[in-house]
């Protein structure tokens, strides 16, 4: 019970400082250029004798991309829909979650924990449809697309860490452990966001 509540605090102050962050043109860069250094000594922590290029590029990239995104609304849009996810994603498989995705990875995570997830991207989008200054498809298109790519960021992270055979990251966010395991399922949403806005793909 302790460890729940720390958990949930702790991910509360998460969310309200990178939501803070993301729209503060003075603090942005720094906040994210310090979460990608520490991702960094992170990964490179857990891989320590492994092959570390393809694990770094995993890393660094996002954390790159990221300043080049011009619109600090898409990108926070982006968060709040990853955020979206894991939560209902966590809650329906808990609930109903029997067919596991990559058990070998991730043991707990399932396709109707996926598919929960997924359904409250897309009623999150609707219902905030005002509030988002794009067309209802690229929306809903990034609705769909993000609970994917949240989820081969979370794979790829845990993937890592199963083969260094450690739990988690860190331990800088009480109860949930490092910045990577909080960031792991952003990691391709990001470089994918940059990609879409510069071939005016989302508008």
Known sequence: MKNLATRTYSGILYVLLMWYMTLSKFWFSPFFIFLGLVSIYEMLKVRNSKTKFFALL????????????????????????????????????????????????????????????LIAC??????????????????LIVSIVIPFTASLGDFL?????????????????????????????????????????NLSLIN
């Open 58 to 117: 995993f890393v660094i990239c996002p954390f790159i991309f990221i300043h080049f995104i011009k619109d600090r609304n898409i990108l926070l849009y982006i968060f709040i829909l990853t955020w979206t996810f894991d939560s209902f994603a966590y809650l329906v498989g808990s609930k109903f979650g029997k067919n596991k995705m990559f058990p070998n990875i991730s043991p707990k995570k399932s396709w109707e924990g996926f598919c929960g997830g």
């Open 122 to 139: 897309v009623i999150l989008t609707i219902l905030c449809l005002n509030f988002i200054n794009y067309s209802f498809l690229s929306a």
């Open 157 to 197: 992270a845990s993937y890592y860490k199963r083969k260094s055979n450690v739990k988690d990251y860190g331990k800088i966010i009480p109860g949930h452990g490092g910045v990577l395991d909080r960031m792991d399922a952003l990691l391709i949403s990001i470089p994918l966001i940059f990609l879409l806005e």
